[in-house]
Each structure stands twice: as structure tokens, then as C-alpha cells.
């Protein structure tokens, strides 16, 4: 079953489902050379994006976002459900896998910080779950900037792990958060509306 967390407002932004409507705007901008220099999945045909779109709100495990502020939609956030590695038996879906991607038009302007923290709240006051993680090219800074500020952990430094198309292979950073480490920092604020 799909139990959504969605929407929820932070201040003048609005994070919600995606609907038909909002699939222009997401591929204006999620193939832009500004997105896909710090993606590991880059060019998105616009069938995949519209199809992957579309299943989010009957998916067990995908949870992604849009980010509308005053009408549009200015980013795109990634929430996946995902199992915790182990030995047989460990629990499932109990862990969430976080990533995002602004609008070059609307960055510098603390959407990506925000979306981030709003991923988190989702993630663990809406889907109670128990760890959630993100990754990026460690020549990423305002992507590090912004997990550091969630309050997540860099947990590794992988040396030249991951294939850029045009700078070859390059540093990747995994960062985590627990549930408790959560709940001791997050601010009230944030809202399900
Ligand atoms: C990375 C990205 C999400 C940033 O979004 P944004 O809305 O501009 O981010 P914010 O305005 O919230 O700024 C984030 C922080 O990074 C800082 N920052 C921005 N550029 C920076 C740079 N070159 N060096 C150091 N810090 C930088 C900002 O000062 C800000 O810090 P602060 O909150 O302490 O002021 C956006 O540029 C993007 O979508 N890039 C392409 C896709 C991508 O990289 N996604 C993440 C993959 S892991």
C-alpha cells in the first residue's frame, strides 16, 4: 500500500506528487547540462520520465516529489524506500535513499537546503522509517552543503568510484542519518498540510 507523506508546506514551498501537469516543467529542466554535471543517470527520455512520474503514487517503494513555489514547479525531490543490507531476516523497507534536483533558474536561493530537510521529514516523521542515506560526487559542494546542514554523516570517502562521462572516474561521499539522530535535531516548522 501507498502511504503517502505527501504534501507538506515549508514556508512558501509546497512538496506534493507529481501530477500529468507537472511533466513539462520537470523535463525543462532534469536533462539541463547544469543537472546531469552532477547526476550519475543522465539524459532522461521524456517517455522514461513520464512513466517513472506517473507510477510514483501507486509505488510501494517510491515516494519522490515535486517542489512547487507560487504556482511552479522549481525542483524535484527522490525519496526510495529501500532495504537494509544484512544477514537473512533482517527487517525490510525499513531504510530511504534521498537525492534532489533544482531548477538551475531557482538555485541559490535555499530550495535545495529545504528540500533536503523536508525529504528527512518525510522519510522518517511520515514513513517512520529507521535510516536514510544520500550520495554525491565529492566535487559536489553545494550538494555536501546541503546534507551536512540536514544534519546527515559523511559515513565514507569511495576514491574514484563513480564514471563521469566527461571527467572520468571520479570521488563519490555517502552520507547517513538514524531516526533518533533526527528526532534530537528537527525543528518544528515544517507542516503536513
Ligand atoms: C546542488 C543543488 C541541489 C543546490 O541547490 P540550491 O537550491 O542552489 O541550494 P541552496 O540554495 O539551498 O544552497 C545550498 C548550500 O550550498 C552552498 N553552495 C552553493 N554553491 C556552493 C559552492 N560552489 N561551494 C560551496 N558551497 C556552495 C550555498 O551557499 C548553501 O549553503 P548555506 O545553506 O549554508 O547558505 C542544485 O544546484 C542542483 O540541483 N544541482 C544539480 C543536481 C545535483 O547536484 N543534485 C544533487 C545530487 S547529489
Known sequence: MHTTPWPI?????????????????????????????????????????????????????EFSCVVERAGRVVAMGFLDVVDGPGQDGAPTGTDGLIGYIVDPRYTGQGIGRATARVLLQAAFDGLGLRRVTA??????????????????????????????????????????????????RAPAGARSS
Open 9 to 61: 508546506r515549508l514556508d512558501d514551498l509546497l512538496f506534493r506528487e507529481a501530477v500529468e501537469q507537472d511533466l513539462d516543467a520537470l523535463l525543462s529542466f532534469r536533462n539541463d547540462p547544469d543537472v546531469n554535471r552532477f547526476m550519475v543517470r543522465t539524459h532522461v527520455e521524456p517517455e522514461e520520465l513520464r512513466r517513472d512520474w506517473l507510477a510514483v503514487p501507486e509505488s510501494p517503494t
Open 135 to 184: 550520495a554525491a560526487y565529492a566535487d559536489n559542494p553545494a550538494s555536501v552543503r546541503i546534507l551536512e546542514s540536514a544534519g546527515m554523516r559523511r559515513e565514507r570517502l569511495s576514491r574514484q568510484a563513480l564514471w563521469h562521462d566527461e571527467l572520468g572516474w571520479l570521488d563519490e561521499v555517502g552520507y547517513a542519518i538514524l531516526a533518533d539522530e533526527w528526532a534530537a
